[in-house]
C-alpha cells in the first residue's frame, strides 16, 4: 500500500499564477483533508471531504478549491498564489472516525 | 476563540523525565481525541486514540480525557531523545453539521536532551 501520496513535494510559483495539489489515496478511505501548516504552527484545515462529492470548507478556504470526483483523489486548486500561501501543505485520509493518515506534504513558495 | 488550544512550547527536558503535554477545547460535542507526532520535515504520525473520557495506555504514553473539564493530556515517561519532536492534539465529533472534521492544536514542540 502506498497509503495517501502527494505530489509535487516542492513547488515555487510566482504571484498569481495558479496550480493544483495532487492528492490520492489507495486505502478506500472516505473522508480526506487538506491542511497548511506555517513554522512553527500547527495544522489548520482548508477543505475536507466525507465522500465523493461531497466537499465543505474547514478554517481557512479563501484562495482554494477542491473537488472530489472519486474516493481516491482529492486534488486542491490554488488560483492567483499569493504569498501569503507560501507554506507546506498536508494531505490526509480517514476510514470514518478512525486515524488519518498523511502524506509526506508539499512545500509550496510562492515569489 | 479557537476550537483547540495547545501551548506551542516550545518545552526541553533532560533524557528520563516526565512529560506533560496539553490540550483545552470549547466544543462539547468533540468524541474522539488523538495525539499525533510529527518530526521535522514529515506528516504527522498518530500516537494515540481515545474515544470519550478516560485513559489509555501504550508503552511509556499515556493518554487522559477529561471531558468534563474539556481538557486532555498525553504523558511520556522515560523521555528518549528520540521523542524529540512536534506532538498536536487533534478532535473530531461523532456526527453533527461537521461531521468528518478533524480539528487540530497548534502543536508543542518537544526536546529532550541527552
Known amino acids: 500500500n502506498a497509503g495517501v501520496t502527494q505530489t509535487p513535494k516542492f513547488r515555487i510559483l510566482k504571484i498569481g499564477q495558479s496550480m493544483t495539489l495532487q492528492c490520492t489515496q489507495d486505502m478506500n478511505h472516505n473522508y480526506m483533508y487538506w491542511y497548511r501548516q506555517d513554522p512553527g504552527m500547527g495544522l489548520k484545515l482548508i477543505y475536507y471531504s466525507v465522500g465523493a462529492g461531497i466537499t465543505d470548507k474547514g478554517e481557512v478556504p479563501n484562495g482554494y478549491n477542491v473537488s472530489r470526483s472519486t474516493t481516491e483523489d482529492f486534488p486542491l486548486r490554488l488560483e492567483l498564489a499569493a504569498p501569503s500561501q507560501t507554506s507546506v501543505y498536508f494531505c490526509?485520509?480517514?476510514?470514518?472516525?478512525?486515524?488519518?493518515?498523511f502524506g509526506q506534504g508539499t512545500r509550496l513558495t510562492v515569489v | 476563540q479557537k476550537e483547540v488550544e495547545q501551548d506551542p512550547g516550545p518545552l526541553s527536558v533532560p533524557e528520563g523525565a516526565i512529560v506533560s503535554l496539553n490540550c483545552t477545547y470549547s466544543?462539547?460535542?468533540?468524541?474522539?481525541f488523538m495525539w499525533y507526532r510529527q518530526y521535522s520535515r514529515k506528516g504527522p504520525e498518530l500516537l494515540m486514540y481515545t474515544y470519550s473520557s478516560g485513559n489509555k495506555e501504550d508503552g511509556r504514553f499515556t493518554a487522559q480525557v477529561d471531558k468534563s473539564s474539556k481538557y486532555i493530556s498525553l504523558f511520556i515517561r522515560d523521555s528518549q531523545p528520540s521523542d524529540s519532536a512536534t506532538y498536536l492534539c487533534?478532535?473530531?465529533?461523532?456526527?453533527?453539521?461537521?461531521?468528518?472534521?478533524?480539528?487540530f492544536g497548534q502543536g508543542t514542540i518537544l526536546t529532550v536532551h541527552p
Open positions: 487533534a478532535m473530531r465529533t461523532a456526527g453533527g453539521t461537521s461531521y468528518g472534521k478533524l480539528t
Open positions: 466544543n462539547s460535542a468533540f468524541q474522539y
Open positions: 490526509a485520509s480517514s476510514l470514518y472516525t478512525t486515524e488519518a493518515f
